[in-house]
Nanobody, 115 residues
Framework: QVQLVESGGGLVQAGGSLRLSCAAS????????MRWYRQAPGKQRELVAY???????NYPDSVKGRFTASRDNAKNTVDLQMNSLKPEDTAVYFC?????????WGQGTQVTVSS
């Protein structure tokens, strides 16, 4: 069983930065890639970052160059550094661990970017 807990959300002005963190329980964290998703009101959940077990990352064009994911397998944490934030980045952000047979989600953390 894996538990994921996100933290670091908040209210920030456009152009500002936030750093989200996701802490994972359990011993399987380092064996799987991790994902960050976001969901804005009335919209589908959107993948914003993917990070392999070795730290290789991938991002959609909407956040590329502004968001950076990182992970510390020794501490069972994955972070999302978000810079140059825009009002359209406003959403609840979730971390996700998918093993292929089980799908774990955190409770989410709200990010609000004011214009």
């Amino acid at each position: 069983q894996v538990q994921l807990v996100e933290s670091g959300g908040g209210l920030v002005q456009a152009g500002g930065s936030l750093r989200l963190s996701c802490a994972a329980s359990g011993s399987t964290f380092s064996s799987y890639p991790m994902r960050w998703y976001r969901q804005a009101p009335g919209k589908q959940r959107e993948l914003v970052a993917y990070i392999t077990t070795g730290g290789v990352t991938n991002y959609p064009d909407s956040v590329k160059g502004r968001f950076t994911a990182s992970r510390d397998n020794a501490k069972n944490t994955v972070d999302l550094q978000m810079n140059s934030l825009k009002p359209e980045d406003t959403a609840v952000y979730f971390c996700n661990l998918y093993t292929g047979s089980e799908d774990y989600w955190g409770q989410g953390t709200q990010v609000t970017v004011s214009s």
